[in-house]
């Protein structure tokens, strides 16, 4: 199954001159990631105190995604892979969306405690990913409910409530349901086409 994931190439391609300049001014990649973390942490904090404020989110996951794209490539193309690097890379990930879910939980109808699944199943979905590299697969990015594509749905949610949209209670039920269903897929999915790598 297709995800958003699938659209990153051409997403570089876009931010490649903006990299560029970054990487002239002496920018790490290090330091973008984990100004992205911070950045995300106090946003998802804010937002459990201030919910009218969710319609900021989808603009948030926009820069947020650019500025993950921005670290990979200042990593890759100028030099600056590290270990502490790729430890930073994937920690800093699911402690980010875990702090931009965490105000849907706080906000009706919405299920905090399915909100607090589809947390937790989002890092094991992580997690999962990067249990490739330690199997001899790459890294996997498999969806259908990868980082770009929670990014989209929360995002969407967000406008919808910040604009005024109702969500009504069977909305509010199963929202996060529907959400921990894909991403259940997706763990799967991550396990099997990474064995599926090795054996090739």
């Known amino acids: 199954m297709p995800s958003i994931y699938d659209l990153k190439p051409r997403f570089q391609g876009l931010l490649r001159p903006g990299v560029r300049w970054l990487a ?12 992205a973390c911070a950045a995300s942490v106090v946003l998802g904090v804010w937002l459990c ?15 947020r995604m650019a500025l993950n794209a921005v670290d990979g490539m200042l990593a890759r193309e100028f030099g600056q ?6 430890y930073l890379n994937e920690i800093t990930d699911v402690v980010a969306d ?35 590299i330690m199997t001899g697969a790459s890294r996997r ?16 949610m967000a406008l919808w409530i910040g604009l005024g949209g109702p969500v009504p209670p069977a909305v509010g039920e199963w ?3 529907v959400l921990a ?20």
């Open 141 to 156: 990015y498999d969806g259908p409910m990868g980082k770009s594509d929670r990014a989209f749905v929360f995002g969407a």
């Open 24 to 35: 002239r001014s002496g920018v790490t990649a290090n330091q973008v990631t984990l100004a």
């Open 98 to 132: 875990s702090f931009l879910y965490l105000p849907f939980a706080y906000l009706p109808p919405f299920d905090p405690l399915w909100i607090g699944v589809v947390i937790v199943l989002a890092v094991i979905s992580e997690m999962t990913g990067v249990v490739g």
């Open 181 to 200: 269903i894909l991403l259940a897929i997706t763990i799967v999915n991550r396990v099997r086409k990474g064995l599926a790598e090795i054996a090739v």
């Open 81 to 86: 892979k590290s270990r502490l690097g790729a």
């Open 49 to 63: 105190f201030r919910p009218g404020w969710l319609i900021v989110l989808p603009a948030f996951f926009f820069v």
């Open 175 to 177: 929202f996060p349901r």
